[in-house]
């Protein structure tokens, strides 16, 4: 016999799916459809001595110019255009934050939602207490993507107008001209016109641009989200293309302090003609505790130098365990101990605390006894970071290990309902649902 809390639950359901036509008829407070880019390449190399235009490929389920009450709709409502950025582009709800692919370039620039004062008071004139009662041009101010001066320099328009959200438009992809573009490394995106909702689309991947005579090296940097205990390592890896001769540095730095300067730990030769590569960061013993943003640059003979960012966080913490060989885990001992020094100072630079003291100088070298069994105790709720969730989907957050409820069902309906609402249901944003 069910008990009574769910059997309510059960009534909540049904009068919720009672009510689901009108729920999805509904106005979203969110951009219009976004492009979907499928996957494309991790980096695509463009030649302009052998083809001087680019053409972005995207998808669309379906149409979406429909007018809508929460919207201002303009002339040029409810359309797409297209951007390339000096920078890798990071979600940071409910913005984009731009990450310079200049490592000199340190701090990350959030990216405005609005381009240009001209569609701030069109925007303005046609709204009303109706449709957008909280937006005011007033309030944006300057913070537009042609007036912002740190952001000079670091973005161009791929395509020069803005084009319906439509299935047939999307067939024709956008060409980007290149013949005024100079060689560097870019990344695409899409900007989602529907005022006051706007919004950024990253393109996977980033784009080289060369002419044959500036050969720029690009890189990526995969995801690094882990739990690092004492004597275990992370492996970074990803994609590069590069000239011969280059190098690989590696770089950390607290995670909680965007401004702190970035600490090397590690410089290494990349082989001629590669096009993958494989770090390890390692959290030595005596273990610390804290959590780290990693980024990797590639850096040409010619001076050149090109910054990927891991954009997920590593946590490490000062309990030791056992370091099993696997596709996120490394385990080969370091190669130098200054490479363990490095790391050790790089934590201390963060302000991290040290979760076991350092061992007398009588057992300087010394290596810990491996645990036995049971496996060691997993870290404190406070240290633990969720895992990304499928950009497609939703996630649940861990910590319970009932059977499912139908109230917890309702939850999670309900949740993943207002994640497709509004758009949010992003890798780096995990839904939590109580239980």
Partial sequence: MLRRRELQAWRVLIAGLAVWPALTARAHPSPAAVPEFGPPDCITVLDKQKSQVFAVQYFLGSDDTAPEPDHIMLADS???????????LAANDPDYALYPFDPALTVPLVLPTWINQDDLLRSEKANSPMIAPDFTAAAIGGDTLQQRPDLRGQWLAATSQRVPITVAQSRLGAIWDLRAVQPGIYQVAAYIFSPPYNGWEPRPGIVKVTDGMRDVPAITLEPVDASLFAGQGRKLTGCVNAPSGSQLRAWSRPADDPSAPW????????ADGARRFDLCYRNPRPGRSGILQL?????????DETAAYALDQLTLVAQEAACTESSKLCCEPLSAATSEATATATLQQ???????PAPPPSA???????PAAPAPAPPPPSQQQPAPAAKSGCSIAAGAERPLSAW??????????R?????????????????
Avoid: I
């Fill in 364 to 370: 300087a070298g010394a290596s810990a006894p491996t």
């Fill in 295 to 303: 980024r990797v640059s590639a850096v040409s003979p010619s001076g």
């Fill in 263 to 270: 600490q090397l730990w590690a410089t290494e030769p990349l």
């Fill in 78 to 88: 409810k359309t797409h255009q297209f951007y390339a950025f000096r920078g890798q």
């Fill in 419 to 435: 994640a497709f609402r509004r758009r949010s249901c992003r890798s780096d944003t995990p839904l939590r649902v109580k239980r």
């Fill in 408 to 417: 917890y069902a309702l939850a999670l309906a309900a949740a993943c309902l």
């Fill in 350 to 356: 963060a302000n991290v605390s040290a979760g076991a």
